[in-house]
């Protein structure tokens, strides 16, 4: 079964210091993987995804994400954060061999202080 | 290009009755999905349509069900609603459902069970 994994509820960082938002996944068949933004009543943004190539993935507003085949891990990090940055991150995961559903993980909300 | 539109945007309602809620995708999309987004269940996938045709659907009764139309617009309707169906309904996009294309989300409706 496919799954997703965020185990932080929370990170706090100081703005201007780089961030990490930790994901792990877990798929039977190759794995396609994103991140998604959400802030206070607003849908999902989309920031970026992995399908395949480059394990370093360049998406939205800065941030970007290393896919690591070995650790099953798809972190999403920026090198510089900004207060801007708060708000709730998804990530998602869908497996190529079993449909097209997005698997999200439970969401890690994002705290940048000034 | 507009984004994904969904209404109404807030609704409420009363134990047995049903509700409908609609969603237009972006313009030249063909697949929409559906999600339920509750604070202890997070993001569940609803299903998903294509063509007129449902392709895939998540672990849900069959009250909720959904329709898609010529024009890619979808509706899902939800029969004898019961409390825990308090949810934000999240609407998504893409071009098809091939399994590596984001999917954009529209701002939900926020559906309360009284």
Known sequence: AQSVAQPEDQVNVAEGNPLTVKCTYSVSGNPYLFWYVQYPNRGLQFLLKYITGDNLVKGSYGFEAEFNKSQTSFHLKKPSALVSDSALYFCAVRDGQAGTALIFGKGTTLSVSS | ?114
């Open chain 2, 1 to 114: 290009k507009a984004g994904v539109t969904q209404t109404p945007r807030y609704l409420i309602k009363t134990r047995g009755q049903q509700v409908t809620l609609s969603c237009s995708p972006i313009s030249g999309h063909r697949s929409v999905s559906w999600y339920q987004q509750t604070p202890g269940q997070g993001l569940q996938f609803l299903f998903e349509y294509f063509s007129e045709t449902q392709r895939n659907k998540g672990n849900f009764p069959g009250r909720f069900s959904g329709r898609q139309f010529s024009n890619s617009r979808s509706e899902m309707n939800v029969s004898t609603l019961e409390l825990g169906d308090s949810a934000l309904y999240l609407c998504a996009s893409s071009l098809d459902p091939t399994s590596y294309n984001e999917q954009f989300f529209g701002p939900g409706t926020r559906l309360t069970v009284l």
